[in-house]
């Protein structure tokens, strides 16, 4: 069974600072993995998704990286700003099926 | 390009009734997920729906159910409604194997 760890649970930086979320998952045979982010009490808004050939992706100050063979994403961000304030989760979709497996999620606060 | 919606935004049920909820894709995704997220359990996947056919589904009892209709649009249904059933219920659009997931807003379902 297929299970995605993220690391650290919470974050709290100054602005300005650059940061890594960390994602693990224990089954290497992934179609893809995408990080979203998720405001208190709103839907998933997708960020980045990697496709399981990839290593990495990028979007404005977000770089999102995979090595699937040790079972291992990061989401780079950088220059934080106190609007990146949400929780970050990841999820990868297994080419066993058609479910996404999230993680707990990095509640991240960026302070002013 | 309207995104995932889905209705009603808010419902409060009381025990042992029933409640449907409804989710309109992205113009031509043909893919619907639904997926339930609860503090203590993160976000769990309950079933997907392609063209119609249920193709994968979550680990959850028979009162859940779902259906998608020929415009690709979804239902999910909860009978006998339980406190524990207090969730929100996100919902997930794709164009199908290779493609990243757009969630929806989400119904906040709360039991009393």
């Known amino acids: 069974k297929q299970e995605v760890t993220q690391i650290p649970a919470a974050l709290s930086v100054p602005e300005g600072e650059n940061l890594v979320l960390n994602c693990s998952f224990t089954d290497s045979a992934i179609y893809n993995l995408q990080w979203f982010r998720q405001d208190p009490g709103k839907g998933l808004t997708s960020l980045l998704l990697?496709?399981?050939?990839?290593r990495e992706q990028t979007s404005g100050r977000l770089n999102a990286s995979l090595d699937k063979s040790s079972g291992r994403s990061t989401l780079y961000i950088a220059a934080s700003q106190p609007g990146d304030s949400a929780t970050y989760l990841c999820?990868?979709?297994?080419?066993?099926?058609?479910?996404?497996?999230f993680g707990e999620g990095t509640q991240l606060t960026v302070n002013p | 390009k309207a995104g995932v919606t889905q209705t009603p935004r808010y419902l409060i049920k009381t025990r042992g009734q029933q409640v449907t909820l409804s989710c309109s894709p992205i113009?031509?995704?043909?893919?619907v997920s639904w997926y339930q997220q609860t503090p203590g359990q993160g976000l769990q996947f309950l079933f997907e729906?392609?063209?119609?056919?249920?193709?994968n589904k979550g680990n959850f009892p028979g009162r859940f159910s779902g259906r998608q209709f020929s415009n690709s649009r979804s239902e999910m249904n909860v009978s006998t409604l339980e406190l524990g059933d207090s969730a929100l219920y996100l919902c997930?659009?794709?164009?199908?194997?290779?493609?990243?997931?757009?969630f929806g807003s989400g119904t906040r379902l709360t039991v009393v």
């Open positions: 113009s031509g995704h043909r893919s």
């Open positions: 990697i496709q399981s050939s990839q």
């Open positions: 729906y392609f063209s119609e056919t249920q193709r």
């Open positions: 999820a990868v979709k297994e080419t066993s099926g058609s479910r996404l497996t």
């Open positions: 997930a659009s794709s164009l199908g194997p290779g493609h990243g997931y757009t």
